[in-house]
């Protein structure tokens, strides 16, 4: 079965500190990846997504991730997190088989703290 | 663009009572999904349609689970005979297939409490 595992499920940072959250997924066919946030008492918002062309893909409030295919990984970093980063951060794959269901299948999500 | 809403926020039944959720899709969008997240864990889909056709169900929605789309807008999920370990967070997606790919757009979500 298709999945998606992050690496880390609790990460406390210092305002200031470099950001990465590690992301594989286990189908080896075509696959669309996102990170998505969710702040506190918020909804889950998009924070970005690769879909084809340059691995390296940059989202909103300094965030970036790349895909390298050769691992099934689609890593999120961040040069330098603030507070307001502190959130719940999900990976999540649509891989498109025989079907063209747009599925997302979610890892089991990644709580970042960031200490002021 | 006013975003995916969703009603209620919250909804707390006693076991064995019938609920329903309503989720209000973007507009010009044709895809709409229902998600099921409980504590701890990351999102697990449930069933989506395409316009007013459901095409995919998971095996996660039992018979107690029903999910329409009656004129391809908003959607609704009705869970039956309501049981403890349906408690979870209720979330729809909605989304429209661009030139690349498909990027899902989600609700704040209905948190259901059965006791």
């Known amino acids: 079965a298709q999945s998606v595992s992050q690496h880390n499920h609790h990460v406390i940072l210092s305002e200031a500190a470099s950001l990465e959250l590690g992301c594989n997924y286990s189908y080896g066919g075509t696959v669309n990846l996102f990170w998505y946030v969710q702040y506190p008492g918020q909804h889950l918002q998009l924070l970005l997504k690769?879909?084809?062309?340059?691995?390296l893909v940059k989202g909103i409030k300094g965030f970036e991730a790349e895909f390298i295919k050769s691992k099934f990984s689609f890593n999120l970093r961040k040069p330098s997190v603030q507070w307001s980063d502190t959130a719940e951060y999900f990976c999540?794959?649509?891989?498109?088989?025989?079907?063209?269901?747009?599925?997302?299948?979610f890892g089991q999500g990644t709580t970042l703290q960031v200490k002021p | 663009d006013t975003g995916v809403s969703q009603d209620p926020r919250h909804k707390i039944t006693k076991r064995g009572q019938n609920v329903t959720f309503r989720c209000d899709p973007i507009s010009e969008h044709n895809r709409l999904y229902w998600y099921r997240q409980t504590l701890g864990q990351g999102p697990e889909f449930l069933t989506y349609f395409q316009n007013e056709a459901q095409l995919e169900k998971s095996r996660l929605l039992s018979d107690r689970f029903s999910a329409e789309r009656p004129k391809g807008s908003f959607s609704t999920l009705e869970i039956q005979r309501t049981e403890q370990g349906d408690s979870a967070m209720y979330l729809c997606?909605?989304?429209?297939?661009?030139?690349?790919?498909?990027?899902?757009?989600f609700g704040p979500g209905t948190r259901l409490l059965v006791l």
């Open positions: 690769y879909f084809s062309g340059d691995p």
């Open positions: 999540a794959v649509i891989s498109y088989g025989s079907s063209n269901t747009g599925k997302l299948i």
């Open positions: 997606a909605s989304s429209s297939i661009g030139r690349v790919g498909e990027t899902q757009y």
